[in-house]
């Protein structure tokens, strides 16, 4: 069993930054891949980026390739989703979640934080 807990959204200016990070309870966790979504109002949960479990290899949405950057820290049970240049179409609520693959479907993760809120203004 993995519990996740997402942190660090809040309302940023567009081009600014902002650092999410999700808490992982668990001692597999360090077995998991761990993927980041978001859902804007009214629209489907989207991917934004995963990171496997050991080699680090990731995967980014064309959206947030080169904007944004996955960690992790298998010792603190900890990912972080490293936003820069944050757009006002960024804004959305944040999940992270946990599962067997690099995957970009939600449907492929079995475990999922509460999610945090990121507001952009223009």
């Known amino acids: 069993q993995v519990q996740l807990v997402e942190s660090g959204g809040g309302l940023v200016q567009a081009g600014g930054s902002l650092r999410l990070s999700c808490a992982a309870s668990?001692?597999?966790?360090?077995?998991?891949?761990t993927g980041w979504f978001r859902q804007a109002p009214g629209k489907e949960r989207e991917f934004v980026g995963a990171?496997?479990?050991?080699?680090?290899?990731?995967n980014y949405a064309d959206s947030v390739k080169g904007r944004f950057t996955i960690s992790r820290d298998n010792a603190n049970n900890m990912v972080y989703l490293q936003m820069n240049r944050l757009k006002p179409e960024d804004t959305a609520i944040y999940y992270c979640?946990?599962?067997?693959?690099?995957?970009?479907?939600?449907?492929?993760?079995?475990?999922w934080g509460q999610g945090t809120q990121v507001t952009v203004s223009s």
């Open positions: 979640a946990a599962g067997q693959s690099v995957a970009e479907v939600p449907g492929e993760y079995d475990y």
């Open positions: 668990g001692r597999t966790f360090s077995r998991y891949t």
């Open positions: 990171i496997s479990s050991t080699s680090g290899r990731t």
